[in-house]
């Protein structure tokens, strides 16, 4: 099992090199870097000048406030910029923060995101293989490449694609198309990655005549540890808050269902709508914290995210320590995990 640090929504850009090497030095095999609150590309390319070894991808870039040329161009920079240790995460975003926030036009993410992979596929072989540019489809049309503006092939091979995916259809498209899928946060526990996930990439892979074993999945769950049990504790009531923001999104909402907490989810999006954001942590009980979120001190976490994702998971996401005074336990740990 690989093993990737973390990174804050809000880590500055100013910060992101010195992030990746404290990651690299502790002995992680690659980085998952966020686009919330920064640009993805932007930390992507500082983490990967700040490193010498370890992967990094970003998970995941918001794909349709882009377009599939200007997506490639950025991630064929960074494959060339990095000797081959860039991995391009895409994910499709709900329909608000895409209208709302992003002030694109939406339609259904199925189709749109299948054809966005492939016009990225398209420019890659264009570029690796000198295969004429000829991607027509509803949503994007790529059939323009003058040699004038084709960069230099890559000494390695172009980056791998890794979905986003929460909703059992998007899940199978990843293993369609994808080399890969990472979990949102909210669909991490064992229970869905057999029933859901697992079921729905092999449904995806068989649909394109591909093996379901050739689809690496990325698990990033949101742990609770620290030095000890209080410190323990201390984080799990954070992540209570972090959990009842994120169920609020009807769109994360499969987990829930699968437990038979959808109406915690609904009474959650309620009072989002009302504006009642200092009433929704009560609604996260210890059971869901339980099912969502494993818990244990540095030295214990190792075993008990085996009995959760072992057989279950190629790459399991471990939090980087907020107290650099942890990095030494931690690094044990993922000794331990790899």
Same mark, same amino acid.
């Given at each position: &099992? ?23 030095? &502790? ?45 490639? &161009? ?38 749109? &995101? ?25 949503? @994007? ?83 609770? #540890? ?54 929704? #942590? ?15 001190? @540095? ?40």
């Amino acid at each position: &099992m690989l093993v990737y640090a973390n990174a804050s929504q809000r880590l500055a850009p100013a910060a992101v090199a010195e992030h990746a090497r404290r990651a690299e030095a &502790m002995g992680y095999d690659g980085l998952n870097l966020p686009e919330a609150v920064h640009d993805g590309v932007i930390a992507a390319t500082l983490a990967l000048q700040g490193t010498q070894r370890i992967r990094v991808a970003t998970s995941v870039l918001v794909a349709f406030a882009r377009s599939p040329m200007a997506v490639a &161009m950025a991630a064929w920079d960074l494959q060339s910029l990095s000797g081959g240790r860039f991995e391009l995460g895409l994910g499709a975003q709900v329909r608000g923060n895409v209208e709302d926030r992003y002030g694109v036009a939406w339609s259904p993410p199925i189709e749109r &995101m299948r054809e966005f992979v492939g016009a990225l596929r398209a420019t890659f072989a264009c570029w690796a293989d000198g295969t004429p540019l000829c991607f027509e489809g509803e949503h @994007y049309r790529l059939t323009r490449m003058q040699p004038f503006f084709a960069p230099e092939k890559l000494a390695s091979a172009p980056p791998p694609v890794i979905l986003g995916a929460v909703g059992p259809k998007m899940i199978a498209l990843a293993g369609e198309v994808a080399d890969g899928l990472v979990t949102h946060p909210t669909n991490t526990h064992p229970r869905y990655l057999r029933e859901v996930i697992r079921p729905r990439l092999a449904h995806g892979a068989a649909r394109a005549g591909r093996e379901a074993s050739s689809i690496v999945l990325k698990v990033a769950p949101i742990c609770a #540890t620290g030095r000890d049990d209080a410190a323990v504790r201390t984080v799990r009531e954070e992540k209570r808050k972090n959990l009842a923001f994120l169920f609020s999104t009807p769109a994360y909402w499969p987990s829930l269902e699968l437990f038979g907490w959808r109406e915690r989810g609904e009474e959650l999006h309620r009072r989002t709508r009302e504006k009642r954001w200092s009433e929704m #942590t009560d609604l996260v009980t210890d059971e869901m914290l339980d099912a969502f979120v494993p818990s244990a001190p @540095y030295e214990d976490l190792p075993a008990v995210l085996r009995e959760w994702y072992g057989g279950l998971a190629d790459v399991l996401v471990f939090p980087v320590p907020e107290d650099p005074s942890d990095d030494a336990a931690a690094a044990r740990a993922i000794a331990a995990l790899r």
